[in-house]
């Protein structure tokens, strides 16, 4: 069965100190993994797509990397405009919806 | 507006009413999906479009939910006889792309409450 599991599942930050998401999935054919922010009683933004191990991808204090079996999401020197719930999600081939985990619900602390 | 628009923001309903929920994707966008968020959950899949064709609905949790986008543009969530394990927040997103690999853009979504 396919599974998206993401850790953990909640994190508190000061300020200034950097820290790593973990999304690990079990799928059969992934076509690509997404990253996304969710803010209080918003929708999901999109952040990244990571398409194959060894792919790396940058915005501002994010960076997000992905290998065969796991995606680390990192967050360099945090601020408090950074918390929100991190969502990761899998798209599998041949089909076009994406399966989302619960989240990670970052707060950084000033 | 820019972004993807859903209506009401906020919808209660008693044990057995019918609702529809309305989503106003990015204009051009031929992809729609509508998901269903519960309190401390991340979103699940419910259905997709890709312009008014209704291509999966495999996660449609009954028959009592049905969803149709008639013209491409527009669409529609609708729930028959509600109960009060439909209470979540229903999302909808759009995206420009029919293969599944551009970001979808998401609504603010609709906080369904069933008492």
């Known amino acids: 069965e396919d599974q998206v599991t993401q850790s953990p599942e909640a994190l508190r930050l000061q300020e200034g100190e950097s820290s790593s998401l973990n999304c690990s999935y079990t799928?059969?054919?992934?076509?690509?993994l997404f990253w996304y922010r969710q803010d209080p009683g918003k929708g999901p933004e999109f952040l990244f797509t990571l398409y194959s191990a060894g792919e790396e991808k940058e915005k501002e204090r994010l960076k997000a990397t992905l290998t065969k079996k796991e995606s680390f999401l990192h967050i360099t020197a945090p601020k408090p405009e950074d918390s929100a719930t991190y969502l990761c999600?899998?798209?599998?081939?041949?089909?076009?919806?994406?399966?989302f985990g619960i989240g990670t619900k970052l707060q950084v602390i000033p | 507006g820019a972004g993807v628009s859903q209506s009401p923001r906020y919808k209660v309903a008693k044990r057995g009413q019918d609702v529809a929920l309305r989503c106003d994707p990015i204009?051009?966008?031929?992809?729609l999906f509508w998901y269903q968020q519960a309190l401390g959950q991340g979103p699940e899949f419910l259905t997709y479009f890709q312009n008014e064709a209704q291509l999966d609905k495999s996660g449609l949790p009954s028959d009592r939910f049905f969803a149709e986008r008639p013209e491409g543009s527009v669409s529609t969530l609708k729930i028959q006889r509600t109960q009060q394990e439909d209470s979540a927040v229903y999302l909808c997103?759009?995206?420009?792309?029919?293969?599944?690999?551009?970001?979808?853009?998401f609504g603010s979504g609709t906080q369904l409450s069933v008492l």
């Open positions: 204009s051009g966008h031929v992809s």
């Open positions: 799928v059969s054919g992934l076509r690509g």
């Open positions: 999600a899998v798209g599998l081939r041949g089909y076009q919806k994406v399966t």
């Open positions: 997103a759009s995206s420009s792309d029919d293969r599944g690999d551009e970001k979808l853009f």
